[in-house]
Each structure stands twice: as structure tokens, then as C-alpha cells.
């Protein structure tokens, strides 16, 4: 039930215009041009980060896969130029069309890409990659859940850098408190040649990244996108100069970063459970019968005077979330197993990459995440205990996933990243409808926004009535 916030705010918030003062265009065309889309994700889910980055070639053809070690050689389709507009056709079929602006940036309608400069230089100084994500706290009298990374690389401009990660996951709130944390760095030599960054470690390791960055200008620090996600300049005084939208902060309790074990003062007595046992204990208060039987299932909610309704077909392996503004259809999101697509007022965008890896994975928290299907990976996971109860974590396929649970074995709140993907969801005002308690009141981050969503009707195994043909 977590499959509709990631689109809601496509339509009501234009986030690209806050990077508007990190970079400067070129007027030329083509090139590889970067920018930063906001949207949602259903019960249980919240506002996303989408770190968007095209590389147009100069015989046509396109790729948004970045990240991928093929990203020079791969095609994701062609693009057609008429005017000032830009048409991207995808190799499945589907379509995409940019306006170019006066200043030579790319109009998608919801988003700005900006361009970014192919000189083989990288600006000297230090850029980083944060995202700090929290839901709850004491101004909505529920637990705070938060998670922080951060990813630093520093260039010397003579051929030398260092890098730095860190990660933590904090749990905070009324006599709860808790976490995890890591770190790791490195440093070697580095050259760039033709967007592509070689990373030389002192260790004898040797990685390799897209990279393209702008230089910046007087009024403008410098920033880069690496492997499609953007890194921002640190000013001299180790302040990063970002966009406003790419981080946000809590208001709540303070954080703990390091776990108490189950014997500290305040823990709950007796021996840590294991997962499975916890696991066991959360089917049982949750419907374990009625969640492994949902088959499909509609959910109604309103945020903002919009109303959201969502159809999810787990049997056909797809959902289908339409958001109505005023009475009238504004947005449409359909996802598959492989493919996807959004229509928002009239023009319709293919599903990213990131997108279609999220729908297939985001099922692993939330009430949908102790379904059968998903224990196994849940039963694996590591507890930890805290004053009021125990996170749990563990991963799949890379994913990581996090649920924060109450001594009477309430979810309290869950957290995933998958992929570039980063969600901390808070959960309040439960109910129990066809079997099955669910949270109809969730207030979810992805680090850029905090959102409130409040469900107002959820119907298992009924009749989807939609057309799923309509390809608007």
C-alpha cells in the first residue's frame, strides 16, 4: 500500500528552480544535461529525491542510466529536435518531450534540467553528496525515525583526492532512542577523460564514474554529477552551498546515534527476540491470515484538497494511482513489473529506471512487508533494541530496509534506501479494516519535504474499476 506517494507532488512543486542559482547553461545543444525531480511514493510512503541526468549524442541517440558502467556506449533511444522542442523516443516505445529555454536549459514540465560543461577539468575543491531524511518528532506526538548519509569527494586540482562516506539511522522520540552507524574513506590519484573519472586508491584499487561538473562564476559555487547523482561545493568554511531542497531538518527530540543493548537502564527486560520471533509476533496483531490473502486492494486519501486513489493489482503485478484536483483527473502513474509511465496534465513522461526498482521493492516495509513472501528476508534481519522497543534491519539485493517497532509490537515506523531512493515513513491512528490494522495517518521524508497523509478508505479484494488500458 505504498505505491502512490512517490508522483503527488510532480504536479505542486517545481524543486528544479532552487538549483536554478547552482549552475549556468550553454546555449549548445547536445550535451549532458543534470536536474532534480521531487515526487511521491503509497501507505506508508513519502516524497522522493530523483536525481535526473540525460547524455544527448551527437548522432541522436541518448541514455539516462549514468550510474551504469555502459553508459558511454549504451542506447536508451533517440531524441528529435523541432524548434525549441526536444522529443526523446525511448527503444519500448515510449515518449518524452523537453522544451529548450531561453538561457539553454531543458523545461520538463515539472522539473529544469541544467547543463553541465565537457572540458575534462575537475574544479578543485570539496563537494559533497548529503542526504539527511526524518519523520515524526515531538511536534506530531509520534517517534522520530531519520536516517543521514553522506558522500564527500575532495579534489586538489594537482591529480590527488580523498573521499569520505558516512551513514547513520537514528531512532528518537518518548524514552526511545537508538541507531546505527558507519564510516569509511580512502584516497589516491584521479584523471578525467571524456566524462570519464578514474579513481586510483593508494590501496591498489582502481574505480571508474561518469563525471561532468560546472565550473561555476562569481555569484555561482561549483557542483558535479557523478554517476547521475549531484555533488555539491563545500564553501571555505566547510559549508555545503546546495540547493534548498536537497536536504531537510527535524523538529523533534535529540538524536542518539549509538544503540543501547537490551540490559541498559530503561530497555525492555528479559532477552533480546530474534527477528523471527518478532516477526511472528507482528503477523499475529497485524492479520497474518488477511494480509497474506490480499490479492488486490484500492486505498483512498486526501492531501492538500487532493484526492489520491490508488489500484494495486498484486496477482497482475502492476498498480495504477490517479490524483483528482477540483473533480478533475490531473495525474496519472502505471506501473508494471518492468515499465511504467506517468501523465501529468496532458503529457505523459516513461518511468525512470529508479522508479521501476522502487516499485519492485518498496513492499518490503510497511504492513504489505509482512507478508509471506517477504519474511524470509525479514527473519534474517538484526535487532536492535531500544528503550521502547527494537529496529530491525536487514537488505535485499542491495536494498536496505529498517522497522522501528513499540514494546506492544506497534510499527512504529520503517525507513528504506533503495537504489538512490531514500524514505522515512512515521505511522499513527491505526485501524482494523478486512482483517488487516493498518496506520491511516502517515507522515513520511525523503530528506528534501515532510508530508502528511491522511487515508480515508482501504478495500481488499475487490473489483479495481479502472480502465488500465487508458494510456492517457
Request: charged share 20%.
Amino acid at each position: 500500500m505504498k505505491q502512490w506517494n512517490y508522483f503527488i507532488l510532480q504536479t505542486l512543486l517545481f524543486v528544479s528552480v532552487a538549483l536554478s542559482s547552482a549552475c549556468q547553461s550553454s546555449n549548445t545543444f547536445p550535451g549532458v544535461y543534470a536536474g532534480v525531480k521531487l515526487s511521491l511514493n503509497p501507505l506508508g510512503g513519502g516524497m522522493n529525491r530523483t536525481d535526473v541526468v540525460i547524455l544527448f549524442r551527437k548522432d541522436k541517440t541518448f541514455t539516462d542510466e549514468l550510474e551504469k558502467k555502459d553508459w558511454k556506449t549504451a542506447v536508451r533511444g533517440k531524441y528529435v529536435i523541432s524548434g525549441k522542442k526536444i522529443q526523446l523516443l525511448y527503444k519500448n516505445g515510449d515518449k518524452d518531450e523537453f522544451d529548450m529555454t531561453s538561457h539553454g536549459n531543458l523545461d520538463a514540465g515539472t522539473f529544469v534540467m541544467f547543463k553541465m560543461e565537457l572540458d575534462n577539468r575537475v574544479p578543485k575543491g570539496s563537494y559533497k553528496f548529503k542526504f539527511v531524511s526524518g519523520a515524526g518528532g515531538i511536534a506530531t506526538g509520534t517517534t522520530y525515525i531519520g536516517s543521514s548519509s553522506n558522500r564527500e569527494l575532495n579534489f586538489d586540482g594537482a591529480g590527488n583526492f580523498t573521499t569520505e562516506r558516512q551513514s547513520a539511522t537514528v531512532v528518537a522520540g518518548d524514552n526511545i532512542g537508538g541507531g546505527t552507524s558507519s564510516k569509511s574513506d580512502g584516497r589516491g590519484k584521479y584523471t578525467l577523460t571524456d566524462g570519464a573519472l578514474t579513481l586510483k586508491y593508494d590501496n591498489g584499487n582502481t574505480t571508474t564514474h561518469s563525471f561532468f561538473a560546472s565550473a561555476g562564476d562569481s555569484k555561482n559555487k561549483p557542483m558535479a554529477v557523478v554517476d547521475g547523482s549531484f555533488y555539491f561545493m563545500e564553501d571555505d568554511k566547510g559549508n555545503k552551498t546546495e540547493s534548498k531542497n536537497s536536504t531537510s531538518s527535524r523538529t523533534g527530540s535529540t538524536q542518539n546515534t549509538s544503540a543501547p543493548n537490551s540490559n541498559s537502564p530503561g530497555a525492555l527486560s528479559g532477552k533480546l527476540p530474534t527477528a523471527v520471533e518478532l516477526l511472528s509476533s507482528l503477523r499475529n496483531k497485524y492479520g497474518a491470515e488477511a494480509i497474506d490473502g490480499i490479492r488486490t486492494y484500492k486505498v483512498t486519501a486526501e492531501f492538500n484538497g487532493i484526492k489520491l486513489v490508488s489500484y494495486n493489482d498484486l496477482a497482475g503485478n502492476r498498480f495504477r494511482n490517479e490524483m483528482y484536483q477540483k473533480g478533475k483527473l490531473v495525474v496519472v502513474e502505471q506501473i508494471s513489473a518492468t515499465s511504467g509511465w506517468q501523465w501529468v496534465n496532458g503529457k505523459k513522461t516513461p518511468a525512470t529506471a529508479a522508479r521501476i526498482r522502487e516499485a519492485q521493492y518498496n513492499d518490503y516495509v510497511g504492513v504489505l512487508g509482512l507478508q509471506q513472501k517477504y519474511n524470509k528476508a525479514f527473519a534474517q534481519g538484526k535487532v536492535m533494541a531500544n528503550k521502547k522497543g527494537y529496529s530491525v534491519g536487514f537488505q535485499v539485493d542491495g536494498n536496505t530496509f529498517i522497522y522501528v517497532i513499540d514494546k506492544d509490537y506497534n510499527i512504529v515506523g520503517d525507513s528504506y534506501v533503495i537504489g538512490k531512493n531514500k524514505q522515512i515513513n512515521a505511522y499513527s491512528n491505526n485501524r482494523t479494516i478486512a482483517g488487516i490494522r493498518l496506520p491511516f495517518t502517515t507522515i513520511s521524508s525523503n530528506g528534501t519535504n515532510k508530508i502528511t497523509i491522511n487515508y480515508q478508505s482501504f478495500e481488499a479484494n475487490g473489483t479495481l474499476d479502472t480502465d488500465w488500458s487508458d494510456p492517457r
